[in-house]
């Protein structure tokens, strides 16, 4: 058929990665006409303007939610690392122990800044 697009698969998972990457690309570029005064153009629908306005309302729920998830992660790890062994095998919990962080030189935040970098492209 000549309307088939071969790109759209029966596979959830790969639709929905693919609308994770456009969603991104489109987030991304009404930042960019935001931060130069663009969102009024002519060629920018109100339709934009507002699943713009939505998706920043649901970026700022959504990164307020990690926040306290965060906290409370950071939170639970403090309250069982002040418990004694006996009351962590009652309460069937087990110590908290830190991963090992890798790259822990003088360049380590460089490298971690440009992996962002380039993930983004």
């Given at each position: 058929?000549?309307?088939?697009?071969?790109?759209?698969?029966?596979?959830?998972?790969?639709?929905?990665?693919?609308?994770?990457?456009?969603t991104?690309?489109?987030?991304?570029?009404?930042?960019?006409?935001?931060?130069l005064?663009?969102?009024?153009?002519?060629?920018?629908t109100?339709?934009m303007r507002?699943?713009?306005?939505?998706h920043?309302?649901?970026d700022?729920?959504?990164?307020?939610e990690?926040?306290?998830?965060?906290?409370?992660?950071r939170?639970r790890e403090?309250?069982?690392a002040?418990?004694?062994?006996?009351?962590?095998?009652?309460?069937?919990?087990?110590a908290?122990t830190?991963k090992?962080?890798?790259?822990?030189?003088?360049?380590?935040?460089?490298?971690k800044?440009?992996?962002?970098?380039?993930?983004?492209?």
């Open positions: 058929m000549p309307c088939y697009d071969h790109r759209i698969t029966t596979d959830a998972e790969a639709n929905e990665k693919a609308l994770h990457a456009r991104d690309h489109l987030c991304r570029a009404m930042e960019a006409l935001q931060n005064g663009g969102l009024n153009h002519f060629r920018v109100a339709n507002s699943w713009w306005k939505e920043k309302e649901d700022a729920v959504r990164k307020k990690d926040a306290r998830c965060v906290r409370d992660d939170d403090k309250v069982i002040g418990l004694s062994p006996r009351q962590r095998e009652l309460l069937g919990v087990r908290v830190r090992k962080r890798a790259g822990r030189g003088p360049l380590a935040g460089r490298k800044k440009a992996a962002r970098k380039k993930a983004r492209k």
